[in-house]
């Protein structure tokens, strides 16, 4: 056991100086000159042999190194002590020759089997009592000092000591670790630190880190995000809807349905979230306004947050794109492996909305007018990439983003004009829609923040379709 | 390798140890007189003791040997671990000094 390093080092000075002499023999007779023999008194012999001795020094040293480097990864970077050993201890019964009273001081020591012991602390005899219990301690860590109980005979002479007797046998002694059994002993520590998805974070990193053999051939997980508490379920029930009105009566059931859930329907306009709840009065106050009346409309939440013991992880490949079902199914299944029973663990894809983005730039003297204008439709397309966008640390290369829950779904105006700015050889974007234009349809309008649908939610803009136009004013 | 290349075909390191003309360090033929030589030299130089992985080497100490000291001890004791080697042992004293003494070791072989 405690065998996970296997290094052989030779630390022998007699074999290292047979394979120096083997060496030189070797070589020459290879060369075309057999028939070299070593001589005690050869100079080479004799500095071979001291080279040796210094070699197997050294060798031995090294030789300790792979206990050495279990040592200090279990006790430096695991923090996982070696066990000590414990000293085995003796209760033993004193007699004394009188009743003058006395002090038997601690750490006098005494031999029980010829082993030593000593007394653990100062005990006093008061006078009129001529024996007392006195705790005896093995000088040493290890097992060899259980069982002994006599003879027991004090190392210095006490006159006033007339017998000592053991109250049974010395007890409690234990070996200190070795290294075989400590390596064995981390092993086992190690076993019960496997990685653990706890927060949200954790399940996104873990994503990430998934290995190739759980996913379908060639899935790779490039990006991820997890929300904790969130469901993405869709659950239907009915209520009464009002046109031009949000609230929504009657409502038959909140299971899965919370601030937050998108809810689709008859009558309910695209991108309609719940802004809050009440189940007292049965009704519910959507994002936007209903589009018709009717009662007993069937409705559809879709996503709930604040659920327990639930993480939805988020994940697309390297370029932003959705993975596959299978490989989300895969995944999520390897999620749940690594949680107690009764943990809810989704993986889902992050929903994606188009961005249109037309804008007008004036360039500087001296810049080239249709390389800025294509280094600035790059510099949008870059920002509004699904590959890119909210970035969350430049640390894991952006490998995680932000995303609802942490308050990044927002296709910020101003931003936007930002990112255009500041393109080298850009002046100034004129005001106004004319100057930039956004919006989630061909041929935008739109100067105002645009919010993303969904509780992961990715942009998508492309230069093929196109969806960023850029030109010169 | 050109057998002709090289006038030493199995040497052994010189004594005293001594680099050449060329840079190279000295070395001689095995078993030639320069060789044994360079072994007396060598067991010559060292006490009994004095190499640890070979205990046995060298001669004893003849720090407080007495006046004259016993030669014939001594080339025994060289003979013994050089067999080859045919010794002849010289003493000479200092006139300053009479504890300061020389050795000279003659060596010759048979046959060889």
Redesign the interface.
């Known amino acids: 056991m405690g065998d996970f390093l296997d290094v052989v080092i030779d630390s022998d000075p007699t074999s290292i100086t047979d394979t120096g002499i083997e060496q030189i023999t070797s070589t020459l007779t290879t060369n075309g000159f057999p028939g070299w023999t070593p001589n005690d008194g050869d100079l080479e012999i004799i500095l071979l042999t001291i080279i040796a001795q210094m070699a197997a020094d050294v060798a031995s040293m090294a030789a300790q190194v792979p206990a050495a480097i279990f040592r200090a990864f279990g006790t430096k970077l695991i923090g996982v002590a070696y066990n000590q050993g414990a000293a085995a201890t003796l209760s033993t019964t004193w007699t004394l020759a009188d009743t003058l009273g006395h002090t038997i001081p601690g750490g006098t020591y005494v031999t029980v089997a010829d082993l030593g012991f000593y007394v653990e602390s100062d005990v006093i005899v008061n006078p009129g009592s001529s024996t007392t219990t006195v705790l005896l301690v093995a000088v040493d860590q290890g097992t060899s000092y259980n069982g002994v109980a006599s003879p027991i005979a004090t190392v210095d002479e006490v006159d006033w000591v007339l017998s000592i007797a053991a109250s049974g046998s010395a007890s409690g002694g234990a070996d200190p670790e070795d290294d075989d059994a400590y390596q064995d002993r981390l092993a086992t520590e190690l076993a019960l630190q496997a990685p653990r998805p706890i927060t949200a974070s954790d399940y996104a990193a873990m994503a990430l880190s998934a290995p190739s053999t759980i996913l379908p051939s060639g899935v790779v997980v490039g990006r991820a995000t997890a929300i904790d508490g969130y469901d993405p379920s869709a659950n239907v029930f009915t209520g009464n809807t009002t046109s031009r009105s949000a609230t929504v009566a009657s409502v038959s059931s909140f299971v899965g349905v919370t601030a937050g859930s998108v809810i689709t329907g008859a009558g309910i306009p695209a991108g309609t979230t719940v802004l809050s709840i009440n189940t007292g009065t049965s009704t519910l106050v959507l994002s936007q306004a209903a589009t018709a009346t009717a009662t007993g409309a069937s409705l559809t939440s879709t996503g709930s947050y604040g659920n327990s013991r639930t993480v939805t992880t988020f994940v697309t490949d390297p370029e932003g794109v959705a993975l596959s079902s299978p490989a989300m199914t895969a995944l999520a299944s390897w999620l749940l492996g690594y949680r107690e029973v009764n943990f809810l663990t989704y993986v889902v894809a992050p929903s994606y909305t188009p961005i249109y983005v037309t804008f007008q730039v004036h360039c500087l003297p001296g810049y080239d007018q249709t390389a800025t204008i294509t280094a600035a439709e790059n510099a949008i397309l870059n920002y509004l990439g699904p590959a890119t966008w909210g970035a969350a640390s430049a640390s894991n290369g952006g490998a995680q983003w932000l995303n609802s829950a942490q308050g990044f779904n927002v296709i910020r105006y101003n931003k936007l004009l930002g990112v255009i700015e500041n393109v080298p050889g850009v002046d100034y974007v004129p005001p106004g829609s004319t100057g930039l234009a956004i919006g989630t349809t061909a041929s935008p309008s739109g100067t105002s923040d645009i919010t993303l649908i969904g509780p992961a939610p990715l942009p998508q803009s492309d230069s093929t379709t196109p969806t960023v136009v850029g030109s010169a004013v | 390798?050109d057998?002709d290349a090289?006038v030493i075909?199995?040497p052994?390191?010189g004594?005293p140890?001594a680099f050449g003309m060329k840079g190279t360090v000295d070395v001689v033929e095995?078993d030639t007189v320069e060789h044994v030589a360079?072994?007396?030299f060598?067991?010559a130089s060292?006490t009994v003791g004095q190499?640890?992985?070979?205990p046995d080497?060298g001669i004893s100490d003849l720090t407080a040997s007495t006046v004259p000291v016993d030669t014939d001890g001594l080339v025994a004791e060289i003979a013994g671990?050089?067999p080859r080697a045919q010794l002849m042992a010289t003493e000479s004293g200092s006139q300053l000094d009479v504890t300061l003494r020389t050795i000279q070791l003659n060596v010759s072989t048979q046959g060889r």
């Open positions: 390798m057998r090289f075909e199995l052994h390191f004594a140890f095995q360079a072994c007396v060598n067991i060292c190499v640890p992985m070979l080497l671990q050089e």
